[in-house]
């Protein structure tokens, strides 16, 4: 693993997915409560595409989704990071986070969200995140909202050719939260 793609946080390592994890990330992304607040299940063709694209932004310098591990275990535990996405067809930055069941509550989401955030408004041309989320899933929404993004609405979206309902937030580059300024007051980047 060639280090430029990896991110570390105090206890978790987020690398870009290959091919080879494919089978291991629909065991996580298939389970259903994983995919609860989801109008629909990760497809293998769509997880296929998802590893595709991630792993072709990331080598190229940009961002995408990667895999959660747990340093001390190298246990993946979650997938999520900010991607380019498309909303009435223009190009945005979505921020997504499928974390494991029973790592919930335990404030590795923000730890990764928060990463993998700060890495995203380090590249050019990147000044505004956005999230939607279900309507129901409102530890989901309490996370964004901890990190500084603001709810601009209840919307019926086509999110990458699906069209759903959801909660849009956004996180605009100069108001982020002192947790994402101030990264190592919350967990150490390293």
């Known amino acids: 693993?060639?280090?430029?793609?990896?991110?570390?946080?105090?206890?978790?390592?987020?690398?870009?997915?290959?091919p080879s994890d494919l089978d291991q990330l629909l065991l996580l992304l298939q389970n259903p409560l994983m995919t609860m607040y989801r109008e629909f299940s990760?497809?293998?063709?769509?997880?296929?595409?998802?590893?595709?694209?991630s792993k072709e932004s990331i080598e190229t310098g940009s961002v995408?989704?990667?895999?959660?591990?747990?340093?001390?275990?190298?246990?993946?535990?979650?997938?999520?990071g900010v991607k380019k996405s498309f909303i009435q067809?223009?190009?945005i930055y979505a921020a997504f986070m499928y974390l494991h069941p029973d790592c919930c509550g335990l404030g590795y989401g923000k730890e990764a969200l928060s990463a993998t955030i700060n890495d995203a408004f380090n590249h050019d041309k990147i000044d505004k995140i956005h999230s939607f989320i279900g309507f129901a899933n409102y530890s989901m929404q309490y996370l964004l909202e901890s990190l500084g993004f603001l709810k601009i609405g209840d919307e019926t979206i086509n999110l990458d050719y699906n069209i759903v309902s959801r909660a849009h937030y956004i996180l605009e580059k100069e108001t982020k939260?002192?947790?994402?300024?101030?990264n190592d007051f919350f967990f150490p980047l390293m």
């Open 42 to 53: 990760f497809s293998k063709s769509e997880v296929e595409e998802l590893i595709k694209s």
């Open 177 to 182: 939260s002192d947790i994402l300024i101030n």
């Open 1 to 18: 693993m060639d280090n430029r793609f990896e991110i570390e946080t105090g206890r978790l390592t987020l690398i870009k997915p290959e």
């Open 64 to 80: 995408g989704l990667r895999l959660v591990l747990k340093k001390n275990t190298n246990e993946l535990i979650g997938f999520g």
């Open 89 to 91: 067809n223009d190009m």
